[in-house]
């Protein structure tokens, strides 16, 4: 069963980089990867989407590798605000149809501390 | 002038109830979705509208039925319901819905979620 994966948990202290990987072997051909940020009794919201190679915007940088079947969230120099729930989420393709499947990663808890 | 907003934002029920919950976005956005978050906090799809046509209804049971009485709204009805529908369901927004490259979500659909309504059924 095609899904997407990523680490339950993380750690790390102010001021460090942290990288969160995104597993994906089954991402369909044409859609974008996008990673939310969640913070607790409130909904996702945006934080970096890209297609291939590596895109970066003021908060975050996202790496894909060319097979793309896999993203890493980096998330530079942490402080304890950015302690969250972050979930990547790709389209899945679902073999035989003209449609994937959205599907999000299980999330990753990175606790940041001081 | 929130974006995308739901009502009520906690629910608590009996068992065998029927309940509806609302969404509501500003953002003119064409495509609206509702998704179940669990206890473990997996986020799954339910349903998706484009401009009030249902385009995604992933495995959910029919007790629930999504209705779009314009694009701007997406309401989520739930007959006869059961603890394992004891979760928090957020609704969101997208831009549009495109079809390149033969995929129903287009490419670079950034979603907006609301701010989610925690059912409680007893």
């Known amino acids: 069963l095609a899904k997407t994966t990523q680490p339950i948990s993380m750690d790390s202290y102010e001021g460090q980089e942290v990288n969160i990987t995104c597993s994906h072997n089954?991402?369909?051909?044409?859609?974008?990867i996008t990673w939310y940020q969640q913070f607790p009794s409130q909904g996702p919201r945006f934080i970096i989407q890209?297609?291939?190679t590596k895109v970066t915007n003021e908060v975050a940088s996202l790496f894909i590798p060319a097979d793309r079947k896999s993203s890493t969230l980096s998330l530079p120099r942490v402080s304890l605000s950015d302690t969250a729930v972050y979930y990547c989420l790709v389209v899945i393709a679902a073999g035989g149809t003209s449609y994937g499947k959205l599907t999000f990663g299980q999330g990753t808890i990175l606790t940041v501390h001081p | 002038d929130t974006a995308v907003s739901q009502t009520p934002k906690y629910l608590v029920t009996q068992m065998g109830n029927d309940k509806s919950i609302k969404c509501e976005q500003n953002l003119g956005h064409d495509t609206m979705y509702w998704y179940k978050q669990d206890s473990k906090k997996f986020l799954k799809i339910m349903f998706s509208y484009n401009n009030k046509e249902l385009i995604i209804n992933e495995t959910v049971p029919n007790r629930f039925s999504p209705k779009s009485p314009d694009k701007a709204h997406l309401n989520l009805h739930i007959n006869s319901l059961e603890l394992g529908d004891s979760a928090v369901y957020f609704c969101?927004?997208?831009?549009?819905?495109?079809?390149?490259?033969?995929?129903?979500?287009?490419?670079?659909?950034?979603?907006?979620f609301g701010p989610g309504t925690r059912l409680l059924v007893l």
């Open positions: 969101a927004s997208s831009q549009s819905l495109g079809t390149s490259g033969g995929s129903v979500y287009g490419r670079g659909e950034t979603q907006y």
């Open positions: 890209g297609y291939k």
């Open positions: 089954n991402i369909a051909t044409n859609d974008y």
